[in-house]
Nanobody
Framework: QVQLAESGGGLVQAGGSLRLSCTAS????????MGWYRQAPGKQRELVAS???????DYVDFVKGRFTISRDNSKNTVTLEMSSLKPEDTAVYYC???????WGQGTQVTVSS
């Protein structure tokens, strides 16, 4: 059974930082690039950052320089370090084995102005 568990969300003031973590089952973690996505109320889910099996990273423009994605293959975890948070970063954040049909429950990030 595939398991994805996100954690680390919360309420933070604008300019603050949060660290999101995701633990995935080995069956998907070992064979997939991993991505962090987010979905704000009334909006579509969107990719924020991704990390390949080899550690290669990619970011959407609006988080470049503020967010850092990384993975620990020995622990089947992927982390999203977020800094200089803005109110528009408010959303539910999900980790996702790219190319799979699996999604976790997500973790809420709320940034107050």
């Amino acid at each position: 059974q595939v398991q994805l568990a996100e954690s680390g969300g919360g309420l933070v003031q604008a300019g603050g930082s949060l660290r999101l973590s995701c633990t995935a089952s080995a069956i998907v973690f070992s064979f997939n690039a991993m991505g962090w996505y987010r979905q704000a109320p009334g909006k579509q889910r969107e990719l924020v950052a991704s990390v390949g099996r080899d550690g290669t990273t990619d970011y959407v423009d609006f988080v470049k320089g503020r967010f850092t994605i990384s993975r620990d293959n020995s622990k089947n975890t992927v982390t999203l370090e977020m800094s200089s948070l803005k109110p528009e970063d408010t959303a539910v954040y999900y980790c996702h084995p790219i190319g799979s049909g699996f999604w976790g429950q997500g973790t809420q990030v709320t940034v107050s102005s």
